[in-house]
């Protein structure tokens, strides 16, 4: 990884947009801080398209989608993206799967459920899970007293198991039936939003994360970026990002606008 610095103006005169994890890279402890939402208010503005893109239910992104100054979100690690429709006044839905398809894996989630909470001491369903639309998030240190990482590849060892996808981010263990991630469902949008294909466009676009769940999309964007809390996981990690901040979480996230907005006034 090489520091945020080193970034080339070239590349950052090329940019047309962001996509961003929020937690622990838009925030910060939870929160979201002053400097970071102005960074984001400050992309906006400035003409780029600004995409969140994270493992957090429906319900937020119903609210994100709609009050924060983005382009659209992607949400329950790659299930949907939603967006607000400026010219009908209203949110518009995109899901991957069908309603019938989601109602007999939420069944099936269901099971796994009991089945991981009974044999991992001390995990739980996430506090927001009641606002999912598609998969099942196990909190393994948000809510919980943090468990260790022997717990964390047992709650991904029965999602496998069972045939179930599953990604670890910063606070959770996300699991869901279906072949889809953030990357698929990024490149749906583009192309369905934007008229764009991801494999022709990927230099035009920097991504912003912090976790191994983010890896897929390290890996996709020449122009990725780590805040500086990626470290915490790099030992568990293949593909690391391009370029790390010096700040952590949302900090870093200011970093990177303020950096990206500096160079290409350049």
Known sequence: MSSLTEMPAETVRKLKGVFFDIDDTFTSSGKILPAAFKALWNLKESGLMVVPVTGRPAGWCDHIARMWPVDAVVGENGAFYFWYDTLENRLKRRFLDSLEIRKANRCRLDRLKEEILSMVPGAATASDQAYREVDLAIDYCEDVIPLDSTSVETICSIFKRHGAECK???????????????????????????????????????????????????????????????????????????????????KGFAELAALLLKLRKQ
Not at 172 to 179: A, D, K, M, T, Y
């Open 168 to 250: 670890v981010s910063s606070i959770h263990v996300n699991g869901w039936f279906g072949r889809y991630d953030k990357l698929a469902m990024i490149s749906i949008f583009l192309r369905e939003r934007m008229g764009l294909e991801f494999a022709l466009c990927r230099d035009n676009f920097v991504f912003c994360g912090d976790s191994p769940n983010d890896e897929p999309l390290f890996e996709a964007f020449p122009c990725s970026v780590g805040v500086r809390n990626v470290l915490r996981f790099t030992g568990c990690m293949q593909r690391l990002p391009t370029y790390i901040t010096n700040e952590e979480s949302g």
